[in-house]
């Protein structure tokens, strides 16, 4: 059964909506076991989709129910147009483990990192098999995947998402860890077991850390920014302690013992702040603009204490925010008190 999600504190309508308060509550919590589908045929094509028996495979074990909904918009014309890419047949043993967004740090962490963990904790089950890997995917993704889980881009087989189809023969596929009520209670000690082998602790603790995000923007990615995060990080680190870190400028490696060291991390929802997931059950999270859950199951996996700042946030145009610096002022000490 996964872990309930944690009720955000501070609970004060001057930080959060009731509305939060109300869909931590009732978040739905069901439990569900882990199973590896196949060795089987299937077809892979676009953003992680697989088809098997002609049928797109849309249960929350293999697609996320966000990606569902997106799928299935404009009456499926998605699936319909990857109908038309070009197929190619590959015989060989194979796992499937990418999915929804291979060229984003966030999926690559809550997706994509825990079905790699599960495949090596069980990896006699996929005696033989070689990972599909995506052309899609950055340097940065293939970096991470060579020198911390063990996979050589040399000894796999490669498609390109965006071009072909590729039908497999007998494919494995890796299922979801993280599902709508939260990740499944395995997930905990594989996160550990990762960070004990991949952590390069920093020279000297970092107890408090601030997501920063400065000009970075992946364009595969929704684009939110806040137009005065320089003053909001001044106030994190001048009044309460915190160093202000951007984490798509340090190695994997680094990121991973900085956060796992972490007792306060506070930021913008997104990629960035999901290095929470290394964290552990002393440090508390303070997400500044919530848009959805993510970052609650998180802190439910991991045992953490969260607080939400829905409020005091001023849309200054499309997908750009302005944060009162006095209300994050007072949620900060609140959080850190907590």
């Known amino acids: 059964m996964p872990a309930p999600l944690p009720m955000p504190r501070p609970a004060d309508p001057e930080f959060i909506a009731p509305e939060w308060i109300r869909l931590h509550a009732e978040a739905p919590r069901e439990a569900f076991d882990l199973a590896l589908l196949g060795p089987m045929r299937a077809r892979l094509a676009g953003p992680g989709l697989v088809w098997h028996g002609g049928a797109l495979l849309d249960d929350e074990s293999v697609m996320p129910v966000y990606v569902r909904r997106i799928v299935h918009e404009d009456d499926g014309a998605m699936p319909a147009r990857l109908a038309t890419l070009p197929p190619r047949r590959e015989a060989r043993p194979a796992f499937v483990f990418h999915g929804w967004g291979v060229r984003v740090y966030g999926h690559l962490l809550i997706e994509m990192l825990p079905k790699l963990l599960l495949a090596a904790r069980f990896s006699p089950l996929l005696s033989g098999a070689l990972p599909v890997l995506d052309r899609q995917m950055p340097d940065w993704f293939i970096t991470i995947l060579h020198d911390h ?22 494919a494995i596929i890796l299922p979801l860890l993280g599902r709508r009520g939260g990740y499944h209670p395995l997930t905990g000690s594989l996160i550990d077991d990762f ?25 595969d990615a929704p684009q939110r920014r806040y137009v005065n995060e320089s003053e909001i990080a001044a106030i994190a680190r001048d ?48 997400v500044i603009r919530c848009h959805a859950l993510d970052q609650s199951a998180i ?40």
Not at 152 to 170: K, T, V
Not at 200 to 212: H, L, W
Not at 245 to 262: I, K, N, S
Not at 307 to 331: K, M
């Open 195 to 219: 960070i004990a082998r991949t952590t390069r602790p920093p020279a000297a603790p970092v107890p408090r850390i601030f997501v920063a995000r400065g000009d970075f923007a992946n364009p």
């Open 299 to 338: 802190a439910a996996l991991r045992g953490q204490r969260i607080g939400l700042l829905s409020e005091g946030i001023h849309e200054t145009a499309p997908q750009a925010y302005r944060v009162e610096p006095d209300r994050f002022r007072r949620f900060l000490a609140a959080l850190l008190q907590s």
């Open 149 to 170: 889980l063990g996979i050589d881009p040399e000894q796999a087989i490669w498609f390109d998402s965006a071009h072909e189809r590729l039908d497999l023969d007998r």
């Open 239 to 286: 009044e309460f302690g915190f160093a202000v870190l951007r984490p798509e400028t340090l190695p994997f490696a680094e990121q991973v013992g900085l956060f796992a060291g972490a007792r306060a991390i506070v930021g913008p929802m997104g990629s960035g702040l999901h290095n929470a997931i290394f964290a552990g059950p002393d440090c508390v999270t303070g």
